[in-house]
């Protein structure tokens, strides 16, 4: 297959959650593929200061600060970077939020904040997207979900919800947008170590249990999600369509 199969020159890419993490390292990746990347987060000078990072090696970035549960202000950025640059090719979905504790300890409005970043936005990202995407009869919408979509653990239902349901939406999505030349695919990231998974590495039986239980033997580090976002979003993968990837180190597949 040519690498050009797998070149995103030309193509705009919108990444929430930009400013750290997995969103980070997606946007990287997808910048260092060809792709101009507009970096989404809530605080401008955290962004501006990761765009200045990817634009250090000579890629191409922009930014967008918004909070992706605010509906109006998701709508305006994506009609903006169709004005700015004639279209959005690429959505990575990936903005969302964990909250820990038993369930009987759960307040309902943390089950509703995670739920409202996690699926609510997602689902609005795409919906707005997809009204950019459908008349260019093209596009490529990534949603961050997880492995605990596929396998459960104590204290975090709400993060299992929410994931569980953009895995079913990414599904449903594909179905719907595919006709229309959009694929829709999700990434499950395993056990990465990023700032949301601070308590778990601090926690030394957890962090050698990872270990234990992951064939590849170590915690996943964001870079890891990079080459499964580039893929998905290019022509490689044109008829890749309402697919769950895990990247998670074989995590799910072991006993």
Same mark, same amino acid.
């Given at each position: 297959?040519?690498?050009?199969?797998?070149?995103?020159d030309?193509?705009?890419?919108?990444?929430?959650? /930009?400013?750290?993490?997995?969103?980070?390292? +997606?946007a990287?990746?997808?910048?260092?593929?060809?792709?101009?990347?507009?970096?989404?987060?809530?605080?401008?000078?955290?962004?501006?200061?990761?765009?200045?990072?990817?634009?250090?090696?000579?890629?191409?970035a922009?930014t !967008?600060?918004?909070?992706?549960?605010?509906?109006? !202000?998701? !709508?305006?950025?994506i009609?903006?970077?169709?004005?700015?640059?004639?279209?959005?090719d690429?959505?990575?979905?990936n /903005?969302?939020?964990?909250?820990?504790?038993?369930?009987?300890?759960?307040a309902?409005?943390?089950?509703?904040?995670?739920i409202?970043t996690?699926?609510?936005?997602?689902?609005?990202?795409?919906?707005?997207?997809?009204?950019v995407? +459908?008349?260019?009869k093209?596009?490529r919408?990534?949603?961050?979900?997880?492995i605990s979509?596929?396998? /459960?653990?104590?204290?975090?239902?709400a993060?299992?919800?929410?994931?569980?349901?953009?895995?079913?939406?990414?599904?449903?999505?594909?179905?719907?947008?595919?006709?229309?030349?959009?694929t829709?695919?999700? +990434?499950?990231?395993?056990?990465? !170590?990023t700032?949301?998974?601070?308590?778990?590495?601090?926690?030394?039986?957890?962090?050698?249990?990872?270990?234990?239980?992951?064939?590849?033997?170590?915690?996943?580090q964001?870079?890891?999600?990079g080459?499964a976002?580039?893929?998905?979003?290019?022509?490689?993968? /044109?008829?890749?369509?309402?697919?769950?990837?895990?990247?998670?180190?074989?995590?799910?597949a072991?006993?």
């Amino acid at each position: 297959m040519s690498p050009s199969k797998f070149s995103l020159d030309e193509r705009v890419a919108l990444v929430t959650g /930009a400013s750290r993490g997995l969103g980070f390292a +997606i946007a990287r990746a997808l910048a260092e593929a060809g792709a101009t990347v507009v970096l989404n987060g809530r605080e401008i000078r955290t962004l501006e200061e990761k765009a200045d990072d990817i634009r250090a090696e000579g890629w191409e970035a922009e930014t !967008a600060a918004f909070d992706v549960t605010d509906h109006a !202000a998701v !709508a305006a950025a994506i009609q903006d970077i169709k004005k700015r640059h004639g279209g959005l090719d690429i959505l990575i979905a990936n /903005a969302g939020i964990q909250h820990r504790r038993p369930l009987t300890e759960f307040a309902t409005e943390d089950f509703q904040r995670v739920i409202d970043t996690n699926l609510t936005a997602v689902w609005v990202l795409a919906r707005e997207a997809a009204k950019v995407m +459908i008349p260019q009869k093209m596009g490529r919408i990534i949603i961050t979900s997880s492995i605990s979509a596929l396998a /459960a653990r104590p204290t975090i239902s709400a993060y299992i919800a929410s994931k569980g349901a953009v895995t079913a939406l990414t599904r449903a999505l594909a179905v719907e947008l595919g006709p229309q030349g959009i694929t829709v695919n999700a +990434i499950a990231p395993g056990y990465i !170590a990023t700032e949301m998974n601070s308590a778990l590495m601090e926690n030394k039986e957890f962090t050698e249990w990872v270990s234990k239980r992951t064939p590849a033997g170590r915690w996943g580090q964001p870079a890891d999600l990079g080459g499964a976002a580039v893929f998905l979003a290019s022509d490689a993968a /044109a008829y890749v369509n309402g697919v769950l990837l895990p990247v998670d180190g074989g995590f799910t597949a072991s006993m």
